[in-house]
């Protein structure tokens, strides 16, 4: 099986030390104590192989990479369907196109330390599309889809002392596709997704108690949503963006506040994000919610449109904020937290050829990139509006004072012309000096 990527170090081993890192923002912390980050961009060395729609998730010193699409997400037309006998499906684009095995259950992990990557034993099954969440050094994998695109009600868990997998006897009986995940105080929480029969976009929040592996609804969203973010600060659950299967051609905007202990929403308005955005990675870093990348959708022609803009949630405030800008275009991703740092992982790119036309794909990739925030200095919050505004000022005054040194320069150049016989467009006569050249009484070292 033909595997396409479009990263250019795909070449190279799996393990392996930085290869480069670009400047890209500042980010400003307001949780009462101010903090202002340096955030900067690193590419490291790419996965063992390409994958979009997996997990990554965090335990110990090592992210945990699971599952996914392995395979060019490509175009399957009616026509095609019919002839393989899924006549009830949607034309669109499928993992493997249902020409090869697309769903994966490789299990692999990264340790941000050193940048290495590690392949480990594969899950009981081949799943993408779904949601992880860990407690107690297990990773529990549910919902998501294999290349049937029948949401999968098995739970597999991860051991990450002993490096096995198990299934928990029970199922969970509201799996969805596209699904988010998160834990609070121990408790694993699956938000949204899509009934794969229907496609309709899900607003169950539902609970598992891992002893027993039964799953209970404990909640609802205001809004249905799919391909939806999720992030937890303090006691407060973001979701956000997503898609809703009244309107495929615009995702979403909202993003709902939800209070951890009842699951009720915050009273206090979140502004919407500033672009509207699916199949998206949401961390939470250093007290404020990421929002990256992900895709919009064409005015054109309704076909995905990878982003790169980062947005930042400072909660207090409740205002999102510019976080710079991804490296490359990507939707489909999977990112997760660790020291200061996100590490982002695979996702999809551009598509390749005409919207809907048979051929046309949109690559998976393998691409490992860093976005590492680094506190740059510490102010008390009653002194950091004084502090921005005397900055603002201090930063005016000094242009000023160039701007009037630079006319006071050209205003004695002038002097220096009309007293010596010359004009505008006379060429400037060479000092004597041999260490550089004379113009106005200013020493212009050569």
């Known amino acids: 099986m ?46 063992p192989s390409p994958r979009s729609d997996l997990t990554a998730t965090t335990v110990s010193n090592a992210i945990y990479l699971i599952g996914g699409c392995g395979a060019t997400q490509g175009y399957v037309s009616s026509q095609f369907l019919v002839s393989t006998g899924i006549a009830d499906g949607w034309p669109g684009y499928y993992c493997g196109s249902f020409k090869e095995s697309g769903a994966v259950n490789v299990t692999t992990r990264f340790f941000p330390s050193s940048h290495e990557h590690e392949e480990l034993a594969d899950a009981p099954r081949a799943r993408y599309r ?24 098995e739970v597999d868990v991860f051991d990450t002392a002993t490096l096995s997998w198990s299934t928990l006897a029970a199922s969970m009986e509201h799996a969805y596709n596209d699904l988010s995940a998160f834990v609070s105080e121990g408790i694993v929480y699956a938000v949204g997704g899509y009934d794969s029969s229907t496609y309709d976009a899900q607003n169950r929040i539902q609970a598992l108690d891992t002893s027993t592996g039964i799953w209970t609804t ?26 809703h299967h009244s309107d495929w051609t615009a995702p979403l905007n909202s993003v709902e506040h939800i209070k951890l202990k009842t699951l009720e929403p915050v009273a206090s308005a979140v502004a919407p994000l500033a672009v509207a955005r699916g ?23 309704g076909s995905s449109e990878p982003l790169t803009d980062v947005e930042v949630l400072e909660p207090d405030e ?79 005054i000094a242009v000023v004072a160039v701007v009037l040194a630079v006319v006071a320069v050209l205003k004695a150049a002038v002097k220096h012309n009309q007293d010596s016989g010359m004009d505008a467009c006379t060429p400037m006569r060479a000092g004597k000096s041999t260490k550089g050249a004379e113009l106005a009484g200013v020493h212009v070292t050569a």
């Not at 779904?130 to 949401?151: L, M």
């Not at 404990?218 to 898609?243: C, H, I, K, P, S």
Request: glycine share 14%; hydrophobic share 40%.
């Open 2 to 47: 033909q595997i396409l990527s479009n990263n250019p170090f795909s070449k190279r081993p799996v393990s392996g030390l930085l290869v480069a890192g670009v400047l890209t923002a500042l980010v400003c912390q307001s949780n009462g104590d101010h903090n202002i980050y340096d955030a900067s961009w690193y590419t490291h060395l790419p996965m």
């Open 130 to 153: 779904h949601a992880a969440a860990e407690v107690g050094g297990k990773i529990y994998i549910f919902g998501g889809t294999d290349d049937t695109d029948v949401s999968l009600q």
């Open 218 to 243: 404990v909640g609802n969203l205001q809004q249905g949503r799919g391909d939806a973010g999720v992030a937890v600060v303090d006691e407060t659950l973001y979701v956000a963006g997503g898609f």
């Open 279 to 301: 199949d998206k990675a949401m961390v939470a870093l250093h007290g404020l919610v990421h929002v990256i990348g992900g895709e919009t959708k064409s005015a054109v022609d």
């Open 318 to 396: 409740g205002l999102w904020r510019i976080g710079g800008h991804i490296p490359w275009h990507r939707f489909r991703f999977v990112a997760a937290a660790f020291d200061d740092s996100i590490f982002i992982f695979g996702g999809q790119g551009y598509l390749v050829g005409a919207y809907n036309g048979n051929g046309s794909y949109y690559p998976v990739v393998d691409t490992v990139t860093e976005y590492r925030e680094t506190a740059r200095g510490h102010t008390d919050s009653s002194d950091n509006d004084t502090t921005l505004g005397l900055a603002v000022l201090a930063l005016v």
